[in-house]
T-cell receptor, first 115, second 112 residues
Framework: GAVVSQHPSWVICKSGTSVKIECRSL??????MFWYRQFPKQSLMLMATSNEGSKATYEQGVEKDKFLINHASLTLSTLTVTSAHPEDSSFYIC???????????FGSGTRLTVV | AQTVTQSQPEMSVQEAETVTLSCTYDTSESDYYLFWYKQPPSRQMILVIR??????QNATENRFSVNFQKAAKSFSLKISDSQLGDAAMYFCADFGNEKLTFGTGTRLTIIP
């Protein structure tokens, strides 16, 4: 079945530094990947949609300069949290849409803590 | 804009019994898909079941089935013969306008 690998699973960084999160589709090509943010005991909020070879589409209220998304290949999308602050601490999840199925496979998530 | 509403923040059920989780949605799309996802403590999102809106027949996957009422925009999930491993957050989601919109979730507890 379709597998999406997300790394790292958790990361602690200092305030002001940048953190990169990777999302890879292991056994299929993902034309579109999605990045979500989930606060404790809350639902998933879509941050942006990334399409291979083009600029990401950000949801309203999401700072594109702070959350940089790159989808350079059909199997890899990255989310970089730039100049991280404690309020960026959250659980970030990616998902990928395969070309052959109308389903969405999710990565295992990344817990980001900014200290 | 799409909205998905789950009116039950928490539900509990005795092991081996049946429980139904509610979901309503609002979409202007004519062609859309509905999903139920499970998120256990590991926080991995797991697809439970999906329904194509153009299909009248309710989807079923083993112990999981849905009651899809298109006119009422209702999409409830029935879990039969509940097992301890079913304990999780359950999210209803609507795919339309090229993205998934999630409800606020229902935390399901299984009572041994």
């Amino acid at each position: 079945g379709a597998v999406v690998s997300q790394h790292p699973s958790w990361v602690i960084c200092k305030s002001g530094t940048s953190v990169k999160i990777e999302c890879r589709s292991l056994d299929f090509q993902a034309t579109t990947m999605f990045w979500y943010r989930q606060f404790p005991k809350q639902s998933l909020m879509l941050m942006a949609t990334s399409n291979e070879g083009s600029k990401a589409t950000y949801e309203q209220g999401v700072e594109k300069d702070k959350f940089l998304i790159n989808h350079a290949s059909l199997t890899l999308s990255t989310l970089t949290v730039t100049s991280a602050h404690p309020e960026d601490s959250s659980f970030y999840i990616c998902s990928a849409e395969g070309q052959w199925d109308y389903g969405y496979t999710f990565g295992s998530g990344t817990r980001l803590t900014v200290v | 804009a799409q909205t998905v509403t789950q009116s039950q923040p928490e539900m509990s059920v005795q092991e081996a019994e049946t429980v139904t989780l509610s979901c309503t949605y609002d979409t202007s799309e004519s062609d859309y898909y509905l999903f139920w996802y499970k998120q256990p403590p590991s926080r991995q999102m797991i697809l439970v079941i999906r329904q194509e809106a153009y299909k009248q027949q309710n989807a079923t996957e083993n112990r999981f089935s849905v009651n899809f009422q298109k006119a009422a925009k209702s999409f409830s999930l029935k879990i039969s013969d509940s097992q301890l491993g079913d304990a999780a957050m359950y999210f209803c989601a609507d795919f339309g306008n090229e993205k998934l919109t999630f409800g606020t979730g229902t935390r399901l507890t299984i009572i041994p």
